[in-house]
């Protein structure tokens, strides 16, 4: 029980600065998301990048994985 914890626990620090990583690649006025292609649009062409939906779909991700760790994490460590 202490290894899966301590596993989890990892992972869960893991997925934390990993999904703040994420989350400062979006795209805003001149963000980290740029270096990525996330502005780069042709003018009249609305939606968004090949790069910026794999992003959102990345970050998507690491929020779900967090959010299990998080309940897992509390479960073990309730009990």
């Not at 939606?47 to 910026?52: D, I, K, P, R, V």
Request: glycine share 16%; proline share 0%; aromatic share 4%.
């Amino acid at each position: 029980m202490a290894i899966a914890t301590a596993i989890l626990t990892i992972l869960h620090l893991i997925m934390a600065v990993g999904l703040v990583f994420l989350i400062l690649l979006h795209s805003g006025k001149g963000g980290l998301g740029d270096l990525f292609g996330g502005g780069m649009q042709a003018g009249g062409m609305g939606g968004s990048t090949l790069a910026e939906r794999n992003l959102n779909r990345l970050t998507v991700i690491a929020a779900v994985v967090f959010a299990i760790t998080t309940v897992t994490l509390a479960i073990l460590l309730g009990s």
